[in-house]
């Protein structure tokens, strides 16, 4: 008897979620979107980029985490990078996702720290600096949490400065300290 109250649970909670997909975001939350209530929009672009209580619209993720992002949000600074640099409702766009990482690497996003030295060890959409790079990851590590992209740079570092003269590690270290400054929650 358990099972099948269990059984039909999930079943209502699916056919909810469905019907839910189908009908789109709740009308109030797209009103607080469009009056400008950040909140509000990054979970409209959330819902839209994975596609759930929303029908599945890289476009309009886009969309609403672009707006949250021209506030200032470092969040969504964050995810426009990752959708240009990987082309997601966008073209990709190496050098745009860079100018997005930058800006909420400078309020201290560990992730968009860690992507923005990625692309300068990479130099994709930037000239590939190693100097740059030490430097960004350097600063996310001191700004992300336990897990894989901790783990992430803290290689990527080691791996980097392995390469590097001691000259220019030296370099990157008074850059980390110039920059850390105001770039470290």
């Not at 791996?159 to 400054?181: C, F, H, N, P, Y």
Request: net charge positive; glycine share 10%.
């Amino acid at each position: 008897m358990f099972k099948g109250i269990c059984t039909g649970l999930l079943t209502l909670l699916l056919v909810n979620a469905a019907q839910a997909t189908e009908r789109g975001p709740e009308p109030a939350l797209l009103k607080a979107g469009e009056k400008g209530i950040v909140a509000a929009q990054l979970l409209l672009g959330s819902q839209y980029l994975m596609g759930l209580q929303a029908p599945q619209d890289f476009k309009k993720a886009h969309n609403w985490y672009g707006k949250a992002a021209n506030q200032g949000n470092p969040k969504a600074q964050t995810v426009l990078g990752l959708l240009h640099l990987g082309g997601t409702g966008v073209q990709a766009d190496a050098a745009r996702a860079a100018t997005w990482f930058q800006l909420a690497a400078l309020q201290g996003s560990g992730e968009a720290q860690l992507s923005l030295a990625n692309l300068y060890a990479e130099g994709r959409g930037v000239a590939k600096d190693p100097i740059e790079a030490h430097m960004w990851y350097s600063i996310a590590i001191e700004n992300l949490q336990s897990g894989e992209s901790l783990t992430e740079a803290v290689h990527s570092r080691n791996v980097l400065a392995a390469k590097m003269t001691g000259e220019e590690l030296q370099d990157a270290k008074i850059r980390t300290r110039g920059v850390s400054a105001f770039a470290v929650r």
